[in-house]
């Protein structure tokens, strides 16, 4: 009886882990959205959460790495995003919330490639001129 209560146990445990491991996004800033232009340096497609890292240079111009989270891959994808949509070298810029702790980096809202792609969140129009 004993080791069916282990396996039992064992078993809740590997299920249960994905959950606990998983974090919330409440170390964004989701009042504050800030734009910035850059190069990407890694795109990590992955589960559970896709990545985008890119140089961007600070205010005496060296290039300091930034990284944005993004969500998983499926709701990428309903965004428009791919395994390609970006490689090392492209230079895009990037819509985010910032993280709180004033880190580089943030959860990424869109992204506006360097051919005017725009992925994620809504598409931006002007406002109607009267």
């Keep these: 009886m004993k080791i069916k209560a282990l396996i039992l146990v064992g078993a809740a445990l590997v299920i249960a882990a994905p959950a606990l491991a998983h974090h919330s996004f409440s170390m964004f800033d989701r009042d504050k959205n800030v734009t910035m232009t850059g190069v ?19 205010q005496s111009g ?25 490689t090392p070298g492209d230079k895009i810029s990037i819509e985010f919330h910032p993280l709180k702790d004033g880190s580089r980096g943030g959860q990424l809202v869109s ?20």
């Design 40 to 58: 990407v340096t890694e795109y990590e497609w992955t589960n559970p959460h896709t990545w985008i890292h890119m140089k961007v240079p600070d």
């Design 111 to 130: 992204a506006t490639l360097a051919n005017g792609k725009h992925l994620g969140g809504p598409v931006r129009r002007p406002a109607a001129q009267d």
């Design 62 to 86: 060296k290039d300091i790495v930034w990284s944005f989270e993004m969500q998983a891959i499926a709701p990428n994808t309903a965004g428009g995003w791919r395994a390609d949509s970006v």
